[in-house]
């Protein structure tokens, strides 16, 4: 795959020119709207989601916010899960609301609390496939019916199941994005997003999403759904959301995905299995409180895990540690093996404490929401040896309890 | 704009300008199962190029309301009556597939009506298979799967849209899905079904696909030597979705044929 590491495209003439502004023909322009290298990777993580287009971006949470912004004006609200990872729900909780879009956090567990936090200005529902840290399923089939009877799209963030364990939009989500830096890239190179439209969402019959059905004056009055049909969300996404704000994914970027992109039907299937056998040391040692993992039958979502994620509930989980702070202080600094970084989804094994990094702007009471204590440690299992991971853990919660 | 013909609402995308008497007009008819979106690019080029433009939806289909015809002269008869309630007299037809079919019945049984006809991906006779035929019927997503797959060139689950960030399967797929059950198995019969007799006297151009798997190039010979002074153009790399997958061949042949 070539890295077209280039700004911008020669015109044939300036008629050319003038038609590719206006959409008359197609190609590239400018690479903060399409890159021909990333343009590869939009297109593979759409055929492999099933959907009918993708937009990468320079991050996840660039994806998140394209998002919601091509969905949405100030005045709209959202319901979304409220086990989201930090970053997540940060930018709802916060920073969307001084743009004037607020978010309803509801516990993902019980569908019907999406349906009852739903009001007239409501114009999205999101949650996370695999919630974070606790690993809350989301349960999909559930929750898009739920949206749909609203006329409302569901947008999941994949990022923990990638194609490979789950496969959103044929259970009923509409829209979702990755954060390609974690297992989509999978070496923990790039930073980079994808955000992927199933095409199934009807939003001239919904009626709620004027930036989709109504003429938009800064694009000649072009009404997107009119013109382009399934497209429209991409359409709008790509010559308003990358346009404007632009946090467009670089060339170099979406070549380093790609090579991940490879290989991930390769090392996922061996993420899981390391998984598997790590949570089941965990579980059966004595400084080990409990082990949160959707596969384990003591874990709330046990039985709708063996449903919607048959391949196994991804690489990143949590555990508790006993002794609290200071034994998980203790177990974190005495790890070889794993790096201690904020980070997910790399062929490395990672390991970090949320309530004092990546959740550590939530409140007390936001992170029991989530299912955050002083001892929890998530871990990210990468595609060392197994048994070397292992070992290296057994000699950390040792010193730990010490 | 929506329309209102036998009663019920047609639309006809008209690339954001109003129809207007003494602008010359093209009217684009869309393949089975699909609608005015797929000329997309195409349709855009000419309304802002001084064209009156009717990218129109078939009955059943898109924005237009159903149910969906069931026969080539019933549709080519329904299109001079969208003509009629857009105040338009004459058009050039651009057609895809089965909507070469009404271009073509169009223009021999309303030569008054037709301009010139652009019929790109055609065959004549427009056979079906019984498999195909047979998985509509059952509004099975077996023939959304054939559709799919056989509208395209081998390559395109490769990659490489010219459109970037789109997945021509994805998108075929999600159109097809939002049919009324019937809708395609009334379109691919109605092909099938089509029996053409009548004398094409306006200028025609053919717009083909060499890898096309659905219409091949040969498959348009006997049509073709039945107009009198038709012209086609073969682009190499592309399948039966030459809008899709030739954007540029297929508008700068329609340009120049339509000058």
Same mark, same amino acid.
């Given at each position: 795959?070539?890295?077209?590491?280039?700004? #911008?495209?020669?015109?044939?003439?300036?008629?050319?020119?003038?038609?590719?502004?206006?959409?008359?023909?197609?190609?590239?322009?400018?690479?903060? %709207?399409?890159?021909?290298?990333?343009?590869?990777?939009?297109?593979?993580?759409?055929?492999?989601?099933?959907?009918?287009?993708?937009?990468?971006?320079?991050?996840?949470?660039?994806?998140?916010?394209?998002?919601?912004?091509?969905?949405?004006?100030?005045?709209?609200?959202?319901?979304?899960?409220?086990?989201?990872?930090?970053?997540?729900?940060?930018?709802?909780?916060?920073?969307?609301?001084?743009?004037?879009?607020?978010?309803?956090?509801?516990?993902?567990?019980?569908?019907?609390?999406? @349906?009852?936090?739903?009001?007239?200005?409501?114009?999205?529902?999101?949650?996370?496939?695999?919630?974070?840290?606790?690993?809350?399923?989301?349960?999909?089939?559930?929750?898009?019916?739920?949206?749909?009877?609203?006329?409302?799209?569901?947008?999941?963030?994949?990022t923990?199941?990638?194609?490979?364990?789950?496969?959103?939009?044929?259970?009923?989500?509409?829209?979702?994005?990755h954060s390609a830096t974690k297992f989509l890239g999978?070496?923990?190179?790039?930073?980079?997003?994808?955000?992927?439209?199933?095409?199934?969402?009807?939003?001239?019959?919904?009626?709620?999403?004027?930036?989709?059905?109504?003429?938009?004056?800064?694009?000649?009055?072009?009404?997107?759904?009119?013109?382009?049909?399934?497209?429209?969300?991409?359409?709008?996404?790509?010559?308003?959301?990358?346009?404007?704000?632009?946090?467009?994914?670089?060339?170099?970027? *979406?070549?380093?995905?790609?090579?991940?992109?490879?290989?991930?039907?390769?090392?996922?299937?061996?993420?899981?299995?390391?998984?598997?056998?790590?949570?089941?040391?965990?579980?059966? +040692?004595?400084?080990?409180?409990?082990?949160?993992?959707?596969?384990?039958?003591? +874990?709330?979502?046990?039985?709708?895990?063996?449903?919607?994620?048959?391949?196994?509930?991804?690489?990143?989980?949590?555990?508790?540690?006993?002794?609290?702070?200071?034994?998980?202080?203790?177990?974190?600094?005495?790890?070889?093996?794993?790096?201690?970084?904020?980070n997910v989804g790399d062929?490395?094994?990672?390991?970090?404490?949320?309530?004092?990094?990546?959740?550590?702007?939530?409140?007390?009471?936001?992170?029991?929401?989530?299912?955050?204590?002083?001892?929890?440690?998530?871990?990210? %299992?990468?595609?060392?040896?197994?048994?070397?991971?292992?070992?290296?853990?057994?000699?950390?919660?040792?010193?730990?309890?010490? | 704009?929506?329309?209102?013909?036998?009663?019920?609402?047609?639309?006809?995308?008209?690339?954001?300008?109003?129809?207007?008497?003494?602008?010359?007009?093209?009217?684009?008819?869309?393949?089975?199962?699909?609608?005015?979106?797929?000329?997309?690019?195409?349709?855009?080029?000419?309304?802002? +190029?001084?064209?009156?433009?009717?990218?129109?939806?078939?009955?059943?289909?898109?924005?237009?309301?159903?149910?969906?015809?069931?026969?080539?002269?019933?549709?080519?008869?329904?299109?001079?009556?969208?003509?009629?309630?857009?105040?338009?007299?004459?058009?050039?037809?651009?057609?895809?597939?089965?909507?070469?079919?009404?271009?073509?019945?169009?223009?021999?049984?309303?030569?008054?009506?037709?301009? @010139?006809?652009?019929?790109?991906?055609?065959?004549?006779?427009?056979?079906?298979?019984?498999?195909?035929?047979?998985?509509?019927?059952?509004?099975?997503?077996?023939?959304?799967?054939?559709?799919?797959?056989?509208?395209? *060139?081998?390559?395109?689950?490769?990659?490489?849209?010219?459109?970037?960030?789109?997945?021509?399967?994805?998108?075929?797929?999600?159109?097809?899905?939002?049919?009324? #059950?019937?809708?395609?198995?009334?379109?691919?019969?109605?092909?099938?079904?089509?029996?053409? #007799?009548?004398?094409?006297?306006?200028?025609?151009?053919?717009?083909?696909?060499? @890898?096309?798997?659905?219409?091949?190039?040969?498959?348009?010979?006997?049509?073709?030597?039945? %107009?009198?002074?038709?012209?086609?153009?073969?682009?190499?790399?592309?399948?039966?979705?030459?809008?899709?997958?030739?954007?540029?061949?297929?508008?700068?042949?329609?340009?120049?044929?339509?000058?």
């Amino acid at each position: 795959m070539p890295i077209y590491q280039t700004t #911008s495209y020669v015109f044939r003439d300036t008629e050319h020119a003038a038609s590719l502004f206006n959409m008359e023909r197609a190609g590239h322009v400018y690479s903060r %709207i399409s890159n021909p290298t990333v343009a590869v990777l939009e297109e593979r993580m759409a055929a492999l989601e099933g959907g009918v287009g993708a937009i990468a971006t320079a991050s996840g949470q660039a994806a998140l916010h394209l998002a919601i912004a091509t969905l949405m004006d100030a005045g709209s609200h959202i319901v979304a899960s409220g086990s989201l990872y930090g970053g997540s729900h940060n930018l709802l909780a916060y920073t969307l609301k001084r743009f004037g879009i607020e978010t309803t956090f509801v516990s993902p567990r019980v569908p019907e609390n999406f @349906r009852k936090a739903i009001r007239p200005n409501t114009r999205l529902l999101f949650g996370e496939t695999l919630g974070n840290p606790g690993l809350d399923v989301l349960d999909v089939p559930a929750v898009s019916a739920i949206a749909h009877e609203a006329k409302l799209p569901l947008l999941v963030d994949a990022t923990f199941t990638t194609p490979y364990l789950m496969k959103p939009f044929a259970l009923g989500a509409d829209l979702l994005y990755h954060s390609a830096t974690k297992f989509l890239g999978g070496h923990g190179v790039a930073i980079a997003g994808v955000l992927v439209d199933s095409g199934r969402f009807d939003w001239e019959a919904s009626g709620k999403f004027a930036t989709l059905t109504a003429p938009y004056a800064g694009f000649h009055d072009m009404d997107f759904e009119e013109e382009s049909g399934t497209r429209a969300f991409l359409l709008r996404a790509r010559r308003e959301g990358l346009r404007d704000f632009g946090a467009c994914m670089a060339p170099m970027t *979406a070549f380093q995905i790609l090579q991940g992109v490879e290989t991930l039907h390769l090392r996922m299937p061996r993420h899981v299995d390391s998984t598997r056998k790590i949570v089941a040391f965990l579980s059966r +040692h004595s400084a080990v409180e409990r082990v949160i993992y959707p596969e384990l039958p003591g +874990h709330p979502d046990y039985e709708l895990a063996k449903k919607l994620l048959p391949l196994g509930c991804g690489a990143v989980f949590s555990f508790e540690i006993k002794g609290g702070r200071g034994a998980g202080k203790a177990f974190i600094e005495s790890l070889r093996i794993f790096s201690h970084l904020a980070n997910v989804g790399d062929a490395k094994s990672l390991v970090i404490h949320p309530a004092t990094t990546t959740h550590y702007r939530m409140s007390d009471a936001d992170l029991r929401k989530a299912g955050i204590t002083a001892g929890t440690v998530r871990l990210s %299992i990468g595609l060392e040896d197994p048994q070397d991971l292992i070992d290296d853990l057994d000699r950390a919660l040792a010193i730990s309890q010490k | 704009m929506t329309l209102e013909v036998d009663g019920k609402a047609a639309f006809a995308y008209t690339a954001n300008h109003p129809v207007e008497a003494g602008k010359r007009t093209v009217l684009f008819v869309h393949g089975a199962g699909l609608d005015h979106s797929w000329f997309g690019l195409q349709s855009r080029y000419f309304g802002y +190029h001084g064209w009156n433009v009717l990218a129109v939806d078939m009955p059943g289909h898109g924005r237009s309301a159903g149910p969906a015809l069931t026969s080539v002269p019933a549709m080519a008869d329904w299109i001079t009556r969208l003509m009629d309630a857009a105040k338009v007299q004459k058009a050039s037809i651009v057609g895809h597939s089965m909507g070469t079919l009404i271009a073509v019945d169009l223009a021999a049984r309303q030569s008054a009506r037709v301009e @010139r006809i652009a019929l790109i991906a055609t065959a004549y006779p427009m056979k079906v298979s019984d498999a195909f035929l047979d998985a509509a019927k059952r509004n099975s997503y077996d023939a959304f799967d054939m559709s799919t797959i056989w509208s395209h *060139a081998p390559r395109v689950p490769l990659g490489a849209n010219p459109n970037p960030g789109m997945w021509m399967y994805g998108d075929t797929q999600a159109r097809l899905e939002r049919l009324a #059950s019937g809708v395609l198995y009334a379109d691919l019969k109605a092909c099938n079904d089509f029996s053409f #007799s009548g004398q094409v006297k306006c200028p025609a151009l053919f717009i083909l696909g060499k @890898r096309d798997v659905m219409t091949p190039p040969r498959a348009s010979q006997s049509l073709q030597e039945q %107009i009198p002074g038709a012209r086609s153009v073969v682009i190499d790399f592309s399948g039966h979705s030459l809008m899709a997958e030739a954007p540029d061949a297929t508008l700068d042949a329609l340009i120049e044929f339509l000058k």
